[in-house]
């Protein structure tokens, strides 16, 4: 939030749970974006600004309906990591009004082909005893990018998958993408280039590697 907050050059926003906020959630096409370690992603021909984002992923192993923040980590049958790739020029459509609903494309900027690298696999829950116990870092080549802790998560994987219930029916193999912390490329002016391998760590799970072709 604070990274974006002074990319935009607007004030830093308060602590939603100061406010009574809660999370805030978008979606991902699942068999045109989700693609698996060691893939190739192709940068969509509309975007000069794909950006990267490391996050946990929470793997759903039980329908999970109205569950309470304290039993909502029991409905995860494990954890993997995934590239949250993000077109940014995509996301504000020009000549529409910035008060208009209809300003921003989540669409064209999250769901592009292969805008989801996943993997390597899936660390059962059992192995990870607290997920906001996890160090967790990028790098682009060999240019570390992410260096955080998901300690440091807005909201928690807990809070994520309790809030969601309440909107929807969780499935058996739900992914619940958690957020990313301060490094991304919107922050440096910097994105992603054909050729580039990224390598994405996260404690207690292991490593993700994918390269963006043109």
């Given at each position: ?7 935009s ?23 045109s ?38 039993r ?5 049958a ?66 570390l ?14 809070e ?7 909107r ?47």
């Amino acid at each position: 939030m604070l990274e974006m907050a002074r990319v935009s050059g607007s004030a830093p926003e308060p602590d939603p749970h100061e406010v009574g906020l809660k999370p805030w959630h978008f979606i991902k096409t699942s068999r045109s974006s989700v693609v698996g370690p060691g893939a190739r992603v192709k940068l969509p021909p509309f975007s000069q600004k794909v950006d990267w984002e490391v996050e946990l992923v929470a793997v759903i192993g039980r329908p999970a309906r109205n569950v309470s923040l304290d039993r909502a980590l029991d409905y995860v049958a494990g954890y993997t990591i995934a590239n949250d790739l993000s077109a940014r020029d995509a996301m504000r459509r020009t000549h529409v009004a910035d008060a208009s609903p209809f300003k921003l494309d989540w669409l064209s900027q999250k769901c592009f082909e292969g805008a989801c690298p996943l993997g390597p696999w899936i660390t059962p829950a059992s192995e990870i005893a607290d997920p906001q116990k996890l160090a967790l870092k990028l790098w682009i080549d060999d240019e570390l990018m992410q260096d955080s802790h998901t300690s440091q998560m807005i909201f928690t994987t807990a809070e994520q998958i309790a809030h969601l219930s309440t909107r929807m029916t969780l499935q058996p193999g739900d992914l619940i993408l958690t957020g990313t912390p301060a490094g991304v490329g919107m922050g440096r002016g910097r994105f992603l280039k054909a050729g580039e391998t990224l390598r994405l760590w996260i404690e207690g799970i292991g490593e993700l590697r994918h390269t963006m072709s043109g």
